[in-house]
C-alpha cells in the first residue's frame, strides 16, 4: 500500500472504534488526577494499552505509565500528561467537572483538553500503525505522566532515573488545535520576602508594613515589561506577581512578614540569571529595606515517595523548520487534509522545557484541543477532532522515516 491507502485504512479503522475512543476519553475524565494523583486513570490507561498490545506496562519510581509498542532501535516518546489542575469555582461549571458530559459534540470535563485528550487517539494511533507495520524502526514509548506540579520533572525522571534512557525523539500531546508546535518560551518562578516589624495598627508608626515594602518593587516589576525581550518566534518575554502571602496576629496589627511569587516567561536572547538579576537590582534601590530574592525549587514527592530537587527554571526551546519532525508532521497534516498553517507555539510551557530545552532531544506538538481552554471553567474537547488525530499518531512513525 502507498501512504495515501494506509491513511485510508487507518481512517476507517479510527471510524470503527470512534465510540470506544469516545468511551476510553470519557471514562479517564472522570477519574480526578489533580496533585499529581495519577495512579487511578493510569491504571484505567493500562488497561486499555494492554488491550491494544503494548508491552512493558508499568508505573516508573515516580509513578508515570511507560508502555511500548514496536521493537525497533529507535526511540520515540508519545507524551501525554495525564495529572490536571484542580477544581475551583464549581459554580461556574455548565457541567460537573468529572462528569465526562456530552453535549453537541464536544466532551467537557477538567482534564478533557489539558491533556488526557490525547492519550485515545496515541493509543489506537500507535496500535493501528503495529497492525498496518508502519513502526519499522522504531520501538515507541506511550509515557502517561504527571506534569501540572512541575514541566518537565517526569521527563527528567525517564533520562536520569528510570529508565535513565535519552530517547531518539519526542512527540507531545499538548494542545495544538491540530496544528503543528515546535517551541515555546521558557520560565523562572521566584519569591521575595519582605521583612517587617510588627505592631499594633493604633500605633502603626511603632512597626514596619511589610506589605507596604513590597509595593514599589511590584510597581516597577508590572512597568518592566514593556522593556523586555522580543523574538520572532517566540514572542515577547513576560513577567507576573502571581501571588501573595501575608503573616500577621490580626487584622488590627501592623504585618510583620509578606511575599509575592513572580512568573518570568523567557524568551531567546536572555538567561535565567539576566531575569533573577533584573529583580535583584530593584531589590537593591529599595535599600535598607530587608527584602530577599530567592529561584523557587521543586522537591515534593510525588504519590510513590519519590523525591527529586530541582530549581523551577525552565528553558526557552524551538526546532527549526525544516527539522526531521517537524516537516513528517506537517506533511502528515497535508496528507489527512487539514488546512495548511505554519508550525507554530504554545504559549504556556510543557515537558518540551526538559526533553528539548535541557536534554537536546527534537521535540515537536500535536492534539486535539485549544490550550485556551486548558485550567478554565467548563473545559472542554471537540470528539470529532480526537478521533481526527488518530490518523496523525498513526502515520507520524512512518512519515519521519519518509523524511530520513
Known sequence: MDEID????IRALAARDSE????????????PSSESQIKDVGERIAGELKNLGFEGIHFDIQGNLQASIGHGPRMLIYDSHIDTVGVEEVEKWEHPPYGGWIENGKLYGRGACDEKGSTPPMAYGLSYARELGLLEGFRVIYFGNMEEWCDGIAPRVFCEHDPAILPDAVLIGEPTNLRVYRGHKGRIEMRIKS???SAHAASNYLGKNAIYQLTPVIEQIQKMEKDLLIDPFLGQARITVSDMKVSTCSINTVPHYAEIFIDRRLTFGESAEDA???IQ??????????????VLKYSDPSYTGFTISVPKIFPAWALSEDNVLVRAGQEVRKMMGLEDEPAGKWDFSTNGTYWAGIA???????????ERLAHASNEHIKLADVVKSVEFYALFPMMINHFM
Not at 6 to 9: A, D, F, S
Not at 20 to 31: E, G, H, P, Q
Not at 281 to 293: F, R
Open 6 to 9: 494506509y491513511l485510508q485504512e
Open 276 to 278: 533573577v538579576n533584573q
Open 195 to 197: 521583612f517587617g516589624k
Open 360 to 370: 537536546g532531544i527534537p521535540t515537536i506538538g500535536f492534539a486535539p484541543g485549544d
Open 20 to 31: 470506544k475512543i469516545t468511551a476510553f476519553l470519557r471514562d479517564i475524565v472522570c477519574i
Open 281 to 294: 537590582e530593584i531589590l537593591n534601590a529599595q535599600m535598607p529595606i530587608q527584602l530577599q530574592l530567592e
